[in-house]
């Protein structure tokens, strides 16, 4: 893997494209008006953490219009931040965000919304973007996903395919737009994308560079975003399409939200976090992950570095990853994650958290 280091930090492209992205990144899903928006950063204390995670050389900034329960507060937040710091911070920042879903004024928290302001529509596409502009106080977005498959109840798609791929291609030849990208795919899915840009792109050199799914060392078989139980082959399926395709597969949730980084153990929960009190305990404080996170604390231990930076490490090492954007709300995480390109995994040690991961408890 080809890397670039900016301030001791490496860079990798985002699948085969020319886009250069940090390999820890910051997931800004938390980020907002803490004071009505169920977020957990506001501007004091995130502003401190991007003029910091800038001298780390953690460029890749992950938002999306409708974090923070539909309030559009992660874009504001960071509009706000790139009016203060001014175009230099603007030109350091791959800035990344999603179109899909629907966003509510600020401090409007109750709306019913038309079918045309949400989706995948060109009427809502090219809208949505808009506004994320304007909230992002920018002229241009780095990377654009589309956040999720609009899908009617009988699973087929909300609009037409060519047609939101014609909008994101406009959005592009307008200069809105940088990069295109999809997050929450199926493998099928995503072929789906593939063609359906290739079939309407101005230029055949515009394709969809990376494909944002949940993944991590708990949780691996998620990433082919499938249903119904999915597999180790069908994590293996997908990261083979990923490769062939080149596209650059971003993880989200790598942290297991907070347990790959010890500090939920067998009776012993850290009550504060996100993984507690945002109703995420039965999917992920399970026997069998409480088990293994043991495991893998004495892994890190033995490598000498934190289980946070082992997960995203444990991530870096995979086929196609370029960036890991864990979500951070507390100064103290950056500096911690920011560490993790530093731990090397020999194959022999990947071949160990393999056993362990799959092993049954
Ligand atoms: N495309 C999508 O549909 C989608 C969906 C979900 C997320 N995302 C993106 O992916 C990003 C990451 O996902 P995520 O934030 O849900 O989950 P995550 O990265 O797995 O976990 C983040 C949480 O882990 C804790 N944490 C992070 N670093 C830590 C450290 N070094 N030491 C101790 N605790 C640490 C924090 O918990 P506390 O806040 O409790 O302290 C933080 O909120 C999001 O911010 C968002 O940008 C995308």
Redesign the pocket.
Same mark, same amino acid.
């Given at each position: 893997m080809q890397t670039i280091d900016y301030r001791d930090m490496p860079h990798r492209r985002m699948g085969n494209s020319g886009l250069w992205v940090s390999e820890v990144g910051?997931?800004?899903?938390?980020?907002g008006d803490p004071t009505y928006d169920g977020s957990?950063v506001g501007d004091e204390d995130g502003f401190r953490i991007l003029d910091h995670a800038l001298e780390l050389g953690v460029t890749h900034w992950?938002?999306?219009n409708s974090?923070n329960m539909g309030s559009g507060n992660s874009e504001r937040l960071l509009g706000r931040y790139f009016r203060s710091r001014g175009s230099r911070a603007r030109g350091q920042v791959v800035l990344a965000t999603?179109v899909r879903n629907p966003v509510r004024d600020e401090r409007e928290m109750e709306r019913e919304f038309t079918p045309n302001e949400r989706g995948g529509s060109r009427a809502y596409i090219l809208r949505a973007v808009e506004d994320c502009l304007q909230r992002l106080q920018t002229d241009t977005i780095d990377v654009l996903?589309h956040?999720?498959p609009a899908l009617l109840p009988d699973g087929s798609y909300e609009a037409p395919l060519d047609e939101m791929w014609d909008a994101f291609d406009t959005l592009v030849t307008q200069g809105k737009v940088r990069y295109l990208a999809v997050? *929450?795919r199926t493998l099928a899915q995503l072929k789906d994308d593939r063609s359906a840009l290739a079939s309407v792109a101005a230029n055949p050199a515009r394709r969809i560079i990376g494909v &944002?799914?949940?993944y *991590?060392l708990l949780q691996r078989p998620k990433v082919s975003a499938l249903d119904d139980s999915p597999t180790f082959d069908d994590e293996r399926a997908f990261l083979d399409y990923l490769h062939v395709s080149g596209v650059g597969l971003i993880?989200?949730?790598?942290?297991?939200?907070?347990?790959?980084?010890?500090?939920y153990l067998k009776g012993n929960y850290?009550t504060?976090?996100?993984?507690?009190?945002e109703g995420w305990r039965d999917e992920f404080l399970t026997d069998r992950n409480l088990e293994i996170v043991e495991d893998l604390l004495a892994f890190a231990e033995g490598k000498g570095c934190?289980l946070? &930076?082992l997960a995203i490490a444990w991530l870096l090492a995979q086929d196609t990853v370029c960036s890991v954007?864990?979500?951070?709300?507390?100064m103290?995480?950056?500096?911690?994650?920011a560490g993790a390109p530093a731990v090397a995994l020999e194959a022999e040690e990947l071949d160990r958290l393999d056993r362990l991961v799959r092993a049954p408890v």
């Open positions: 910051l997931g800004l899903w938390k980020w957990r992950d938002t999306a974090y999603k996903y956040h999720s997050s *929450n &944002q799914n949940w *991590n993880p989200y949730v790598p942290l297991a939200v907070g347990l790959l980084t010890g500090r850290d504060s976090g996100r993984l507690y009190e934190t946070s &930076q954007i864990a979500g951070v709300t507390k103290a995480h950056l500096e911690d994650n």
